[in-house]
C-alpha cells in the first residue's frame, strides 16, 4: 500500500473511532441488559455462521 | 370505542407500523444492493485502480456521518442512500478485478456472495422469526467494533497477514451479531426509519461480504 493510502486509511479509522466512540458508550450505559437465555439465543446462530464459514472455507480448498 | 376496541386496535397499528417499516427496509435494501452490484461491475469494467475503494469508502462514509442524518426523514435520504450504496459498489471494482484475476477468483467471488447472502437471510430471518429483542448486544458489538478498528489501524503499519485474517474473522462475528442486532431494533421500535435501517443492514452486508472475500481468498492458497 502507498504511503498516501496508508495515511488516508488511519485518518478514515480514526474518523470512524471518534464517531463510534460515543455510541459505545451510549449503548454500555444505557443499553437493556441481557436476560436469562439471551445470549444463547444469540449465541447460537453466531455459531451456525462459524459453522457455515469453515463450510465455505472447505468448499473453495 | 369499548375496551375492546381499544385494546385490539391499538397493537393492530403498531403491528402494522413494524410491518410496514419491515416491508419498506427489505425493498430499500434489495433496491441498494441490486444499484451496488451494478456499480461494481461497471467499476470492473473500466478497471478501476486501486486506491479508488479508499476514496469510495472514505467518501461513503462521510456521506453517512454528515449527510444522511440530516436527510434521513424526508425523500433526499433516498437519494442519499443510493449514493452511498452505489459509492461502496463502485469501490469493489479493484478488489474484484485483483481476486478474478487469481486462478478460483471466480469461484472465490461467488462462494462470498452466496455465503453473504445465506447468512444474512439466514439470521435476519431468526430474528423476524423469534422476535427476541437482540438490543442488549449493542454494547458489546459497538465495543467489538472499536476493538477491530484499532486492530486495523494498528495492521496498516504492521502490516501483519494473521492479524487481517483476524480481524476479517472478529468483523464476520460482529456483523452477524449486528444482522441480529438491527433485524430485532426494527421488531422491536428501536428503529423507526427504514432509510437508516437499511443503511445499517447492507453496512454489515457489504462488511461480510468483503472479510468473507478475504478470508476464503487467503485460507483457499490462492490469496
Redesign the interface.
Known sequence: ??LW??I???I??????V???P??KY??EH?????KG?WQ??IL??L???G??IL??M??? | MNRLDFSVARPAGSTLATNKLIKNTYMLLSATLVFSALMAAASVMIQTPPGTYLICVIGAMLLGMFVLPRTANSSAGIGVIFLITGLLGFGLGPLLTYYLALPKGPQIIATAFGGTGIIFLGLSGYALTTKRDFSFMGGFLFVGMMVVFIGMLANIFLELPALALAMSGGIILLMSGFILFDTSRMINGGETNYIFATYGLYLSIFNLFISLLHILGALSGDD
Open positions: 500500500m502507498e493510502m496508508k488516508a486509511a488511519a478514515a479509522i480514526g474518523m470512524m473511532l464517531f463510534m466512540f455510541r459505545a449503548w454500555l443499553g437493556p441488559k441481557a436476560e439471551d439465543a444469540a446462530p453466531i451456525a455462521v462459524v457455515f464459514v465455505l472455507v468448499m473453495v480448498r
